[in-house]
């Protein structure tokens, strides 16, 4: 199966596994998944972090991309295919962040599940969403 993480997923793979449900982690760290990163979080990461609205202990952020490759994840890059049918993403009531919608449109389209304990996105199910936590 193909997944993508949500920014909170990838974060807590990489600083405080405990924070994860058991099926994620067990999904994670299942060799025959294939995970992926968006580069939609590392812009998250980047820009909550600057707003102090993140901090790591240990970690710099600059360090993502690569210990997310290291942690076997393979990292998909917001393309123009992506970019231009997100028109398609109907507005949810109470859910406009923009990270979140970006990152559930890439899980769509690409046909990923999403991992994301964000109980927003359940409300994108009845379009296609496939999400666990």
């Known amino acids: 199966m193909k997944y993508l993480l949500d920014t909170h997923t990838l974060i807590w793979s990489a600083q405080d596994t405990k924070k994860l449900s ?18 939609v979080s590392f812009w998250e990461i980047a820009l909550k972090t600057s707003l102090n609205k993140f901090s790591f202990r240990d970690l710099d952020i600059n360090d993502f991309p690569e210990l997310s490759k290291k942690m ?3 990292i ?12 398609k993403l109907p507005k949810k009531e109470n859910h406009k962040d923009p990270f979140d919608r970006m990152l559930i449109w890439q899980a769509i389209y690409n046909n990923f599940v999403l991992i994301s304990k964000d ?4 409300k994108y199910r009845e ?6 936590w």
């Open 22 to 39: 058991k099926k994620a982690k067990s999904i994670i760290i299942d060799s025959s998944n294939e995970i992926y990163v968006s580069t």
């Open 72 to 74: 076997g994840f393979k």
């Open 76 to 87: 998909i890059e917001l393309d123009e295919r992506v970019s231009i049918t997100f028109h």
């Open 119 to 122: 109980n927003l996105m359940k």
């Open 127 to 132: 379009i296609g969403l496939n999400l666990i």
